[in-house]
């Protein structure tokens, strides 16, 4: 696996603890053990991604082994050189033992970096992958938005993707919480092609007030409760939570394909609701 420069597309050569490419584009490795490769001008704010609340909850929430039914799914499709795009703190990156992980939160991959400096944290869009093209066999990517385009590009010939996202019931219950009327996720699939592989993930889980609200906090949800739902929530004794995702894995083929269909190339996790901090 090889960097790419973010502003000329060449391939980076690392030495210490810097890149820099041939046309004097330099880029320092951060102490935490992660890489910005997110130019100021390809932002759409300030501060892009998922808060520091939301990483933080997560990490909780996940670390406490309520997911590990999909992280254990994940497990079963791996092959070779690993990218989790949109990987957050991550979790999943870390339990699967990627090779590499890549999100647009700064603040996510500073925390993802210091728990696993056995892979390589990038601070990137998934629009534009600094890695060189075939640098992967499987990808990951877990309620996150998807470029079809450059995933098919930095995925090797025999490579591919592997997606979640969730099912019309996922955490209908948590919804109801913050909602007055609960709508229910699209489940529809990321691209229109057959998936390799399908499976649907379905657990309950049992949670109380303080994981309530990690979980909620996570979520998109979490903007739209007020401060009076919260600690409603945060006060509520245990109840059951449906989990339900759907895990679909494409070749490379489907997803060049795709990209040609989409102009752009951008897929998005399809739901009513708001997209779940995965």
């Not at 092959?79 to 647009?104: F, N």
């Not at 996510?108 to 600094?130: C, D, E, N």
Request: charged share 20%; proline share 7%.
């Amino acid at each position: 696996m090889t960097l790419k420069c973010p502003i000329c597309d060449a391939p980076l050569t690392v030495e210490m603890r810097t890149a820099s490419c041939p046309a004097n584009h330099s880029f320092d490795q951060a102490r935490e053990g992660y890489w910005n490769l997110l130019p100021a001008h390809h932002k759409n704010s300030a501060l892009p991604g998922d808060s520091k609340t939301m990483l933080q909850a997560r990490r909780r929430f996940l670390e406490a082994g309520h997911y590990r039914p999909l992280a254990d799914a994940l497990q079963g499709h791996l092959q070779g050189d690993v990218l989790d795009i949109g990987c957050g703190e991550g979790y999943y990156a870390r339990t699967l033992d990627a090779t590499a992980g890549l999100d647009i939160a700064k603040d996510g991959v500073k925390m993802a970096a210091k728990r696993h400096p056995q892979a390589t944290y990038v601070a990137a869009s998934a629009t534009r992958l600094p890695f060189i093209s075939e640098s992967f066999d499987t990808l990951v990517s877990v309620f996150s938005p998807l470029h079809s385009s450059e995933a098919a590009r930095v995925l090797r010939p025999q490579g591919h993707l592997i997606w979640v996202g969730p099912q019309a019931s996922h955490l209908n219950e948590l919804a109801g919480l913050v909602y007055d009327e609960v709508r229910p996720h699209q489940a529809k699939p990321p691209i229109n092609e057959t998936p390799q592989t399908q499976q649907l993930i379905n657990f309950q889980l049992t949670l109380a007030g303080p994981e309530l609200i990690d979980l909620l906090a996570m979520t998109p949800y979490y903007w739209s409760a007020s401060a009076e739902k919260q600690k409603a929530i945060a006060a509520s004794p245990s109840m059951d939570i449906s989990v339900a995702f759907t895990l679909r894995v494409y070749d490379v083929g489907a997803l060049s394909r795709a990209a040609k269909s989409t102009g752009d190339g951008i897929v998005e996790t399809p739901s009513k609701q708001p997209k779940e901090s995965k």
